[in-house]
Nanobody, 114 residues
Framework: VQLVESGGGLVQPGGSLRLSCVAS????????MSWYRQTPGKERELVAA???????NSADFVKGRFNISRDNAKNTLYLQMNSLKPEDTAMYYC?????????WGRGTQVTVSS
């Protein structure tokens, strides 16, 4: 099982990034998928989630700015991040979960700074 995140980097405030998470080794379409983020000294927090039926929800602090989506044909999860703020700086992690299993990627760093 692998979840490999990419797309992070350094961006100026107000900019955009699109994160990707490519999954392998399990039946991607049968798993709820989520993005989490974490900064040093803080707990990992949920950013956005998408169900197997493509229902979505997101944290209040990203509503209207971030959009989660999935492409089951490509086994890929996305997070489109717009209007980025310095407080969005964090390591972003991809998560796959069903009733039995819970998988995590290694993360991709997002830094928002001028």
């Amino acid at each position: 099982v692998q979840l490999v995140e990419s797309g992070g980097g350094l961006v100026q405030p107000g900019g955009s990034l699109r994160l990707s998470c490519v999954a392998s080794g399990f039946s991607f379409s049968n798993y709820a998928m989520s993005w989490y983020r974490q900064t040093p000294g803080k707990e990992r927090e949920l950013v956005a989630a998408i169900t197997t039926e493509r229902g979505t929800n997101s944290a209040d602090f990203v509503k209207g700015r971030f959009n989660i989506s999935r492409d089951n044909a490509k086994n890929t999860l996305y997070l489109q991040m717009n209007s980025l703020k310095p407080e969005d700086t964090a390591m972003y992690y991809c998560n796959a979960r069903n009733w039995q299993w819970d998988y995590w990627g290694r993360g991709t760093q997002v830094t928002v700074s001028s």
